[in-house]
């Protein structure tokens, strides 16, 4: 674990004079024209951001939701989300007490997904206030049929009714869906922003969540060999969720090992991680390619990339 969300951390090197959580819930106040990413005075952000910029920063905006609330629901948070961005739909499945959250019985999956639950909301709350009035509205989510329907998709129709938060490993699973995805869309989101202040930023998020989805792949690869749903052993169920997602959004991806061994992170040829177009990440949220709408988001996003 990085540090306990209920104890100040002492100041390292992770956490330099201005608490790291404290700065991502405060920069930004101004709105896009000024200093959104903590940059005031720097010539660079004297203008207002080009409209690609807001665009792409919306798009990361709608993931974010998503992954926050995906992550906060599992940790009896969910609620809080409803204070940003307005009050969408945020479908969950009717087990799961939306006050308490999941029984984890290992406390370190318990650990990790209190970590990254912290840090999606944080990402949600930066956006949106770095975004100011240009902030899109959160989209209705789904993450009770949406996962039934990429449980069935991915294992041929064997894995049905897939609930992430009836156990810690459906939830692992459940969140190796996102966390690769969300570290390829921020990577091909970087050739299209124009301010540099602003591709630092994302850069920052991008650099965490490849951390989350790291971890996630580590506890995932130890529990390989154990069974999973249907007849199938987790390592089998999550190669079908790399091979659904490369399918649909431009190959991209990898399984849970390789030749060399466990596959930490996901990279071309040259060792870098890959990186997704919007609509290839759209293909995988939606569930559908070339669809506009579906799957976890049953509206569609917000914004003008949608």
Not at 33 to 45: C, E, I, Q
Request: proline share 5%.
């Amino acid at each position: 674990m990085s540090h306990d969300h209920e104890t100040p951390a002492p100041q390292t090197l992770d956490t330099p004079p201005l608490d790291r959580r404290a700065a991502l819930g405060t920069l930004g106040k101004f709105g896009l024209g000024v200093a959104a990413f903590g940059l005031a005075g720097s010539p660079a952000l004297a203008a207002p951001a080009k409209d690609i910029d807001a665009d792409v920063l919306n798009f990361a905006l709608n993931l974010e939701y998503l992954e926050a609330a995906f992550y906060l629901a599992a940790v009896g948070r969910v609620d809080e989300l409803r204070a940003i961005g307005g009050g969408a739909d945020i479908r969950l499945p009717e087990s799961l007490d939306r006050a308490r959250g999941m029984q984890f019985k290992d406390g370190n999956v318990q650990a990790y997904v209190r970590d990254i639950a912290e840090d999606e909301f944080q990402h949600v709350k930066f956006l949106h206030a770095a975004l100011g009035k240009a902030a899109v509205p959160r989209p209705a989510l789904d993450l009770a049929g949406a996962f039934d329907a990429a449980g069935r998709a991915a294992s041929g129709g064997k894995i049905r009714g897939f609930n992430p938060y009836a156990n810690d490993l459906f939830f692992l699973h459940g969140a190796f869906i996102f966390e690769d995805v969300g570290v390829t869309a921020y990577n091909g989101a970087a050739t299209l922003i124009t301010n540099p202040a602003y591709l630092q930023a994302a850069a920052g998020i991008l650099a965490t969540e490849a951390y989350h989805a790291g971890a996630i792949r580590t506890l995932l690869f130890q529990h390989r060999y154990e069974p999973a749903a249907a007849g199938l052993y987790v390592g089998q169920v999550v190669d079908a969720i790399s091979a659904l997602r490369g399918k649909v959004g431009g190959g991209k991806d990898a399984g849970l090992s390789n030749a060399q061994g466990a596959v930490i992170a996901p990279t071309d040829a040259h060792g870098a991680a890959y990186h997704r177009t919007p609509r290839e990440v759209l293909n995988i949220v939606y569930l559908a390619p070339g669809a506009h709408m579906g799957g976890f988001y049953p509206r569609g996003l917000n914004g003008n990339i949608k």
